[in-house]
């Protein structure tokens, strides 16, 4: 059950708009494994990566994700949180906050670095969305990507938008 990210390439930026998404496999917090080349044949995907669960912006922004999923649904899109918590953490965190998107465990940072969204201070995440559409090849493309301040929410509407 192990993921294997060891392709991912650490970037000290964010991707832009027009790159390749890096493709990945992580476990969400049921412990099944998630490949973002998967959903993307499905459509749009959007990842939230939080820094920690169960502080205040995080679970608000995740609350947000879940209060809306009939829109992301309607839109054809997958949204997933993602952090560098284990996906035990990310189990109660859901459970706890009745979460109905899926959270994914980035536990040793290469996701978030390979997107350039790593806050090396604390070791974990930096706050970002990213929207990722099919490209011509059939693999992922950034179509939106914005990372943020520690305690700036996402103006998720605007996120919306971008599917």
């Known amino acids: 059950m192990a993921t294997k990210n060891d392709q991912l390439t650490a970037r000290s930026a964010p991707l832009a708009v027009g790159d390749a998404a890096p493709d990945f496999t992580l476990l969400d917090q049921d412990r099944k494994e998630w490949k973002l080349s998967d959903a993307v044949k499905q459509g749009d995907v959007v990842l939230s990566f939080y820094p920690l669960s169960f502080t205040s912006v995080c679970s608000t922004e995740m609350g947000c994700i879940s209060k809306d999923m009939a829109q992301w ?28 998107h899926r959270l994914l465990a980035d536990m040793h940072r290469q996701v978030c670095k390979a997107y350039g969204l790593y806050w090396a201070d604390l070791n974990v995440a930096n706050r970002g969305t990213v929207v990722i559409g099919k490209s011509a090849d059939g693999k992922g493309k950034i179509k939106f990507i914005q990372a943020r301040e520690p305690g700036k929410a996402m103006d998720w509407d605007a996120v919306l938008g971008m599917v």
Do not use: N, P
Not at 73 to 100: L, R
């Open 73 to 100: 649904s309607k839109k054809g899109a997958t949204v997933v949180g993602v952090s560098c918590d284990s996906f035990a953490v990310q189990k109660a965190f859901a459970e706890k906050e009745g979460y109905q």
